[in-house]
């Protein structure tokens, strides 16, 4: 259930009995696309606001906490990552971090709603900053047939940057989606997903873990972070491989990361592989 009234925005979490709220200005683009209904807010204290289907996609204030821990620890775990692509991701924030890295040769965004881009580049132009990297490249498009027809062992990181497992997101979350990334990774590739939350979204991210192993993923390990304006205030990204050791990473090199993040560092690394004991009971 979504409230809306002119001065907050509230997304409530009806089957875990709460709600965040988002004090709004006003409302500056509201539109139906093919795929979903995107709606834009200018906020008091959390800059613009982007909400996709009634749930809050990201906001001006919090999203590098998002951004860099979908991108930075996958990164920094693959030995060479030269080959990135980014499923989603069609505010080009994950794709920025990618191309922080000098070791990326080649970067595709594959976002199956062009207009989710198209806004984020009046509203969120930060975000879209390398988007005229040379090294960048985009297709919107159905992400899940681009993977069945993508070349096997040709991408060293695969980010999965979705919305909820609902509607057109909703096979990002499936066996077969992951089948499809075993196979278009290289030996040592990685995939990445964000996972939702850890307290309110325990069945799905069992659910990832069972369907990745299922895969053939030898290696699954999940992340934690937080980020206020999802479900609890605290977030997740599950890292798939077939075979690296997902819980050790090139310290020193992130250390000594030769660009700027806001979050993200070999500290906050580290903390992040940390898990909760009553999270091992629900995996």
């Given at each position: 259930m979504i409230i809306r009234d002119k001065?907050?925005?509230?997304?409530?979490?009806?089957d875990d009995g709460a709600a965040f709220s988002i004090k709004v200005r006003h409302k500056v683009h509201d539109e139906k696309t093919p795929y979903q209904h995107i709606e834009i807010y200018d906020t008091e204290h959390f800059g613009y606001l982007m909400v996709i289907d009634g749930f809050v996609m990201l906001t001006t204030r919090d999203n590098f906490i998002y951004h860099e821990m979908l991108s930075h620890p996958a990164l920094f775990t693959h030995s060479s990552p030269k080959k990135v692509l980014v499923i989603g991701g069609g505010d080009c924030g994950t794709l920025r971090e990618v191309l922080k890295h000098p070791c990326v040769e080649e970067a595709w965004q594959v976002e199956i709603d062009e207009q989710v881009t198209r806004l984020s580049e009046q509203y969120f132009p930060e975000l879209c900053e390398s988007n005229s990297d040379p090294r960048a490249h985009f297709y919107f498009g159905n992400g899940i047939q681009w993977m069945k027809d993508a070349q096997a062992a040709s991408f060293d990181i695969v980010i999965v940057d979705s919305t909820d497992p609902v509607g057109p997101a909703k096979g990002l979350f499936s066996k077969a989606f992951y089948r499809d990334c075993f196979r278009v990774l290289t030996d040592d590739g990685i995939v990445v997903q964000q996972s939702e939350s850890p307290l309110f979204h325990q069945k799905i991210i069992a659910d990832m873990h069972h369907a990745m192993q299922g895969a053939g993923f030898s290696c699954i390990h999940t992340l934690?972070?937080?980020?206020c304006v999802y479900p609890s205030g605290?977030?997740?990204?599950?890292?798939?491989?077939?075979?690296?050791v997902l819980t050790e990473f090139r310290r020193e090199n992130a250390k000594n990361k030769p660009f700027a993040t806001r979050y993200y560092n070999a500290e906050i690394h580290q903390a992040a592989l940390a898990q909760p004991e009553f999270f091992a009971e629900f995996i």
């Open positions: 001065q907050w925005f509230t997304e409530e979490f009806k934690n972070f937080p980020q605290w977030w997740s990204a599950t890292l798939a491989s077939k075979s690296s």
